[in-house]
């Protein structure tokens, strides 16, 4: 597995470097999961210390996890605890309901826009001017099941995920409503 360990305005040493990737790889491990880079970003916020972590693996899922505390190293362990506990609901969640995907998730890329908010009213679409797009950048959108992008929203611990449904092909949405439960958009049953 490829580390890539890193801090923001914060000096990691070898000391953490080695035992985050000891610590990280038993968690991966444990699971059998197979993953194929890690990238673990330790940062400050005030007095607390932050622990952010993403793992990807070989099945094309993410796995995301935060951790803070005072302590450098108790920020990771969090971090690790909550990976730990995710990962084992997914291999769970696999073993109970899934089969065990036998070739990697396919992905497609796709245009992605972060749009500018209006904050006076004299800019509003009503007068016919649009908002100015802050960036435009590309995305992947992943083929899967319902079940497999219920997992990786969860997984990446994002609000919600813009999926290729594998059963029809269809783009699909899965989202945390407000109430907690997740929500499925399929535009084909709208019609």
């Not at 953490?16 to 038993?26: D, I, M, P, S």
């Not at 992943?142 to 990786?152: D, K, N, R």
Request: aromatic share 6%; glycine share 8%; hydrophobic share 35%.
């Amino acid at each position: 597995m490829r580390y890539q360990i890193s801090g923001k305005q914060i000096d990691v040493g070898d000391a953490l470097t080695t035992h985050v990737k000891t610590e990280l790889g038993g968690v991966m491990e444990k699971y059998s999961q197979r993953p194929t880079d890690a990238t673990v970003i330790f940062s400050r916020n005030a007095h607390e210390m932050i622990c952010d972590a993403v793992v990807h693996l070989s099945t094309g899922l993410n796995v995301q996890a935060k951790g803070a505390s005072t302590e450098i190293y108790a920020a990771f362990e969090q971090c690790k605890e909550r990976m730990d506990k995710q990962l084992r609901r997914y291999k769970r969640r696999l073993k109970d309901h899934h089969k065990d995907r036998v070739e990697p998730v396919a992905f497609e890329q796709a245009g992605m826009y972060v749009l500018a908010a209006d904050e006076d009213d004299e800019e509003s679409p009503e007068n016919g001017l649009q908002p100015v797009i802050i960036a435009e950048m590309e995305t992947r959108v992943p083929t899967l099941s319902v079940g497999e992008a219920v997992m990786q929203m969860e997984l990446a611990g994002s609000p919600l995920l813009v999926f290729r449904n594998e059963k029809h092909g269809g783009v699909n949405v899965v989202h945390r409503r407000d109430d907690g439960n997740v929500g499925w958009i399929d535009p084909r049953n709208l019609v």
